[in-house]
């Protein structure tokens, strides 16, 4: 069964240092996510993303975050400058391939944990 | 505002004691809805869905939940705990492009 990949499963970064998450979102799927979930909370909405572009976005979501597509399997995660609040396991997730399809079930990958020292 | 409610943050069972863990949504549309569980550092595992028809849905690992539209309802069940299920529980409605969770119920089993 196809399914969302992410990488790194674990990150560690310097506070202030620029990150880069990134996702393998199932191959026919035409919308993708990020959710963020910090440790002992629940799963929070970042971005939707589609046909190149932010769909929606949530206020967590500010200048410091970047979503991007830069190919046709990949999909990134850019924290500009990481601060210690952005220690969080955050989840890729996809859906499609078509429009209905997307609007009934998102497709979750395995996270990647981030801790910023 | 669309959200979803766990009214119990956690919970401990028997071993072998049935489970029934609580979920309410408020939600302007036709809510489809989900019971994830999470283990302490790992990612979410989909335990069942409901979209429509049978209000009864059966998920993996023994689960089941029902979808009762009057109460606004989403209550997950299993007959019989296993010390295995011990586990971060998370109730979700999606069906706008994007899935908003509850906060979680934390489920002990104790022998």
């Known amino acids: 069964e196809p399914e969302v990949t992410q990488t790194p499963s674990h990150q560690v970064t310097q506070m202030g240092q620029e990150v880069i998450l990134r996702c393998v979102p199932i191959?026919?799927?035409?919308?993708f996510y990020w959710y963020r979930q910090i440790l002992g909370q629940k799963v929070e909405f970042l971005v939707s993303?589609?046909?190149?572009?932010?769909?929606?976005k949530s206020e967590i979501f500010d200048d410091q975050f970047s979503v991007e597509r830069p190919d046709g399997s990949n999909f990134t995660l850019k924290i500009r400058s990481t601060k210690l609040e952005d220690s969080a396991m955050y989840f890729c997730?996809?859906?499609?391939?078509?429009?209905?399809?997307?609007?009934?079930?998102?497709?979750f990958g395995p996270g990647t944990r981030l801790t910023v020292t | 505002a669309q959200s979803v409610t766990q009214p119990d943050i956690h919970i401990t069972v028997s071993e072998g004691a049935s489970l029934e863990l609580r979920c309410n949504y408020s939600?302007?549309?036709?809510?489809?809805l989900f019971w994830y569980v999470q283990s302490p550092g790992q990612g979410l595992q989909l335990l069942l869905k409901y979209f429509s028809g049978d209000t009864l849905v059966q998920g993996i690992k023994g689960f089941e939940a029902e979808f009762k539209r009057s109460q606004s309802s989403f209550n997950l069940r299993k007959p019989s705990v296993h010390w295995s299920d011990a586990a971060e529980y998370f109730c979700a409605v999606g069906g706008g492009f994007k899935t908003i969770f509850g906060a979680g119920t934390r489920l002990f089993v104790k022998a």
């Open positions: 191959s026919n799927h035409l919308y």
């Open positions: 997730a996809s859906s499609g391939p078509s429009r209905l399809a997307a609007s009934y079930e998102q497709y």
């Open positions: 939600y302007g549309a036709t809510p489809y």
């Open positions: 993303f589609y046909n190149n572009e932010i769909s929606e």
